[in-house]
């Protein structure tokens, strides 16, 4: 059976990156919270936290809180049941920037219908946010890979279809050469998000087989700068059509290769388990994600 106060000390350790805080929320002494994780450690035999700033859990101690952290999930909506003065439920979620940006306000939006619940978002590109979840640092989350991982279930959202577009001055100056398309992509300045935004060169190797070639890379880490940045005519970019609409509509941006677009499947990742709570706020994710985003 497992020592649920020592899961707790260790938990709040590494929540509040802080043995003294950690102490005060618990209300006990930063020796006690000491001791309590020491005593587990003995218990499995290996350390469970590095302790040098930032405290990280290591494979073992992240596995255990994962399970403490499912459990205290289960806990709170027991209490739920029992009694209306309860502890809110903290949900901790793991999504890539332009969801979050562009069609996932629609769920803050209705979040009032949902009593009780503490939101912590948590953003990186789409094909890291599944490792958050599988290291129970997050208790949902949004991505490209549709298999489902052990003990958890996997929901199909929809589809965001990215559009490579430039500002209309900027296309017929980079890309007025029409027969060679990979000559303007390489020698154009284009837009991507941060060093781990990966989709543009996986755009020109699926569709331009450009594999040993980039063009000149401008970071710009942010949705709503990343493009304003194209449609000024600092460079080409990979963009939503979700989040280009009026765009494209007013010739601020146009499309520079109308038949080749990326259609990035997205999936939401929860635990099998679920408790009321937890199950109402997946319920709102897929319900929004199904008037938001392409579904064929």
């Not at 302790?51 to 992240?62: F, N, S």
């Not at 996932?104 to 094909?127: C, G």
């Not at 589809?159 to 992509?185: C, G, Q, S, T």
């Amino acid at each position: 059976m497992f020592d649920y106060k020592s899961l707790e000390a260790l938990s709040a350790v590494i929540d509040l990156q802080s043995f003294d805080l950690a102490a005060e929320k618990l209300f006990i002494t930063q020796s006690a919270i000491s001791q309590r994780i020491k005593a587990l450690e003995h218990y499995f035999g290996q350390p469970l936290l590095i302790r040098d700033l930032p405290y990280i859990p290591t494979e073992l101690g992240q596995l255990l809180l994962n399970h403490y952290r499912k459990t205290k999930l289960l806990e709170d909506d027991t209490r739920a049941k029992l009694s209306s003065h309860i502890e809110r439920t903290r949900l901790s979620i793991a999504i890539n920037r332009d969801s979050l940006d562009i069609w996932f306000p629609a769920v803050f939006k209705s979040l009032s219908d949902l009593k009780n619940i503490t939101l912590e978002v948590i953003t990186d590109d789409q094909e890291i946010t599944l490792d958050y979840f599988k290291k129970g640092l997050a208790s949902a989350c949004l991505s490209t890979s549709e298999k489902a991982i052990s003990g958890c279930q996997v929901d199909f959202l929809g589809y965001m279809d990215y559009l490579l577009v430039a500002n209309p001055n900027f296309k017929k100056h980079y890309f007025r050469n029409e027969k060679d398309i990979k000559k303007n992509l390489i020698g154009a300045p284009a837009v991507i998000y941060d060093v781990k935004d990966t989709l543009h060169k996986r755009y020109l190797e699926q569709f331009f087989n450009i594999y040993d070639q980039s063009p000149p890379y401008q970071i710009i880490p942010s949705v709503n700068g990343f493009r304003q940045f194209a449609a000024l005519g600092y460079g080409y970019a990979l963009i939503p059509r979700i989040d280009i609409k009026k765009e494209l509509q007013n010739k601020q941006l146009v499309e520079i290769c109308p038949k080749k677009v990326w259609r990035m499947p997205l999936y939401w990742h929860s635990w099998q388990i679920q408790t009321k709570l937890y199950k109402a706020f997946n319920a709102l994710v897929l319900k929004v994600a199904k008037n938001q985003l392409d579904q064929e």
